[in-house]
């Protein structure tokens, strides 16, 4: 017994010394660091140690117990995110032509393209918490999952529209109920649908919808609030609502900004389901981009230069866009300019957008707008990391989620798409096996 004892006790230290030796470390080195928290560009290393940034170095550091990678040459940025996914796969505007790619696959494009982590924002509730809560627990290739669940809406509101069920709720007795059973599930945000555009499907009413943010706000979860007009946006914003999404199509009034501010609430503007998909009629030349052609099939691609084979909706939605972007445009520069907190997210499931590359589309429109590269790069990550509670950035502590460029991210935003490598929880990602069909899990 004494023995035993003695051999159980072997066995602990073992394993215990083996997990010492197994936490890995990785050193990038020569890097030039973008830090879009603190604005900041510095030629230094970054020490990781399993998951986590340990430091960030600007001496160099001559010895290293662990994997150096030298990036001489080449910019660091945080990994980015997407805020607003539908992340099922990509829709054509030739309805008979698309991506049915579903959640791990959209993951893994993620990834590969440089966005470690997404918010998706409606999906068959059950399908996505379970998907999520084993990625969380056992590990999935792929990027982090973020999720809303279902849609609160109102009864024939949007989000029933789809064949997939959602979450109906008309007046506040049934926010209660529906919330209570939604929290059990963990929602990372609570999606709200409140839009008031003169024509659209029906809305929650006023009295329901600040019952949501209320409920939601009681429980500690942002809400992330569908809007169609400003008045929505001044209505969920004094009810307490963390973040709106979609713009606007009318001008900007004067009193949005101030209220937006004084409240700390933010926008997901979504430009690229708004404008993108005239951009790419406009020129065709962005439908060759690098990034896009490696991630999205060529088929896809193709249908969207076939404008005869359009489906008769989206020759309507071409219209909206000439109609509306240059205002859109306009409001998101005044918007970023005054301090409001910006989110990137590309609505991406929808026409116009691609899963994963949209991002970096996204931030170009943000700059094409008339903000700052740092505004979009903190837009995309940073910011949109604090908004789910997590620590995203470049600094110590910050979980190691990184893309490395072969291009200045500053002198030109499109440069993200340039990319070198991505890291992923302290682990160079292997990028082409993001994109094999099934893949290594
Ligand atoms: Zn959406």
Same mark, same amino acid.
């Given at each position: 017994?004494?023995?035993?004892?003695?051999?159980?006790?072997?066995?602990?230290?073992?394993f215990?010394?083996?997990?010492?030796?197994?936490?890995?470390r990785?050193?990038?080195?020569? %890097?030039t660091i *973008?830090?879009? %928290?603190?604005?900041?560009e @510095?030629?230094?290393?970054?020490?990781?140690?399993?998951?986590?940034?340990?430091?960030?170095?600007e001496?160099?550091?001559?010895?290293?117990? !662990?994997? /150096?990678?030298?990036?001489?040459?080449?910019?660091?940025i945080?990994?980015?995110?997407?805020?607003?996914?539908?992340?099922?796969?990509?829709?054509?505007?030739?309805?008979?032509?698309?991506?049915f790619?579903?959640?791990?696959?959209?993951?893994?494009?993620?990834l590969?393209?440089?966005?470690?982590?997404?918010?998706?924002?409606?999906?068959v509730?059950?399908?996505?918490f379970t998907?999520?809560?084993?990625?969380?627990?056992?590990?999935?290739e792929?990027?982090?999952?973020y999720?809303?669940?279902?849609?609160l809406?109102?009864?024939?509101?949007?989000?029933?529209?789809?064949?997939?069920p959602?979450? /109906?709720?008309?007046?506040?007795?049934?926010?209660?109920?529906?919330?209570?059973?939604?929290? +059990?599930k963990?929602p990372?945000?609570?999606k709200?649908v409140?839009?008031?555009?003169p024509?659209?499907?029906?809305?929650?009413?006023?009295?329901?919808?600040? +019952?949501v943010?209320q409920?939601s706000?009681?429980?500690?979860?942002?809400?992330?609030?569908?809007?169609?007009?400003?008045q929505?946006?001044r209505? /969920?914003v004094?009810?307490?609502?963390?973040?709106?999404?979609?713009?606007?199509?009318?001008?900007?009034?004067d009193?949005?900004?101030?209220?937006? #501010?004084?409240?700390?609430?933010a926008?997901?503007?979504?430009?690229?389901v708004?404008?993108?998909?005239?951009n790419?009629?406009?020129?065709?030349?962005? #439908?060759?981009?690098p990034l896009?052609?490696?991630m999205?099939?060529?088929?896809l691609?193709?249908?969207?230069?076939?404008?005869? +084979?359009?489906?008769?909706?989206? @020759?309507?939605?071409?219209k909206?866009?000439e109609?509306?972007?240059?205002?859109?445009?306009?409001?998101?520069?005044?918007? !970023?300019?005054? !301090?409001?907190?910006?989110?990137?997210?590309?609505?991406?499931?929808? /026409?116009?957008?691609f899963?994963g590359?949209?991002?970096?589309?996204?931030?170009?429109?943000?700059?094409?707008?008339g #903000?700052?590269?740092?505004n979009?790069?903190?837009?995309?990550?940073?910011?949109?990391?604090?908004?789910?509670?997590l620590?995203?950035g *470049?600094?110590?502590?910050?979980?190691a989620?990184?893309?490395?460029?072969?291009?200045s991210?500053l002198?030109?935003? !499109?440069?993200t798409?340039?990319?070198?490598m991505?890291?992923?929880r302290? @682990?160079?990602?292997?990028?082409?096996?993001m994109?094999?069909?099934?893949?290594?899990?």
């Amino acid at each position: 017994m004494k023995i035993f004892r003695v051999h159980v006790l072997w066995i602990v230290l073992v394993f215990m010394s083996l997990d010492v030796v197994s936490a890995q470390r990785l050193l990038l080195t020569n %890097a030039t660091i *973008v830090d879009p %928290a603190d604005r900041t560009e @510095k030629k230094g290393s970054i020490v990781i140690e399993g998951n986590t940034i340990q430091s960030v170095e600007e001496m160099v550091i001559e010895e290293f117990d !662990g994997d /150096v990678i030298d990036v001489e040459g080449k910019w660091i940025i945080p990994g980015l995110y997407d805020m607003h996914v539908h992340s099922y796969g990509n829709m054509g505007p030739n309805r008979s032509i698309g991506e049915f790619l579903m959640t791990p696959m959209v993951s893994r494009r993620m990834l590969y393209s440089g966005v470690t982590g997404f918010l998706d924002l409606f999906s068959v509730e059950d399908f996505i918490f379970t998907l999520r809560d084993t990625q969380r627990k056992d590990g999935m290739e792929g990027a982090d999952i973020y999720a809303a669940g279902p849609i609160l809406t109102a009864t024939g509101g949007h989000g029933t529209e789809y064949g997939i069920p959602t979450r /109906v709720v008309n007046n506040p007795e049934e926010v209660e109920k529906e919330i209570g059973e939604l929290i +059990a599930k963990k929602p990372d945000v609570i999606k709200l649908v409140y839009d008031n555009v003169p024509g659209r499907m029906p809305t929650v009413n006023l009295e329901t919808m600040k +019952a949501v943010v209320q409920e939601s706000n009681k429980h500690d979860i942002p809400v992330v609030v569908h809007i169609g007009t400003w008045q929505d946006i001044r209505d /969920v914003v004094e009810a307490g609502a963390h973040a709106v999404t979609h713009t606007p199509e009318e001008p900007l009034p004067d009193d949005i900004i101030p209220l937006m #501010l004084e409240k700390g609430a933010a926008i997901i503007p979504t430009l690229c389901v708004q404008t993108e998909f005239l951009n790419l009629i406009q020129d065709s030349t962005l #439908l060759e981009s690098p990034l896009l052609t490696e991630m999205t099939s060529a088929d896809l691609l193709k249908s969207y230069k076939d404008t005869s +084979a359009f489906a008769p909706g989206f @020759k309507r939605w071409l219209k909206a866009q000439e109609r509306s972007r240059e205002d859109l445009l306009n409001t998101i520069r005044a918007l !970023g300019e005054a !301090g409001v907190p910006i989110l990137v997210g590309t609505d991406a499931g929808n /026409v116009g957008t691609f899963q994963g590359y949209s991002v970096h589309r996204e931030m170009q429109l943000m700059v094409e707008a008339g #903000l700052s590269p740092w505004n979009a790069l903190e837009s995309a990550t940073t910011r949109a990391g604090a908004f789910l509670g997590l620590s995203a950035g *470049v600094s110590e502590g910050s979980v190691a989620n990184l893309v490395v460029l072969n291009q200045s991210p500053l002198d030109d935003i !499109g440069h993200t798409q340039d990319i070198h490598m991505v890291v992923y929880r302290g @682990k160079v990602v292997d990028r082409p096996s993001m994109l094999s069909v099934g893949g290594g899990e």
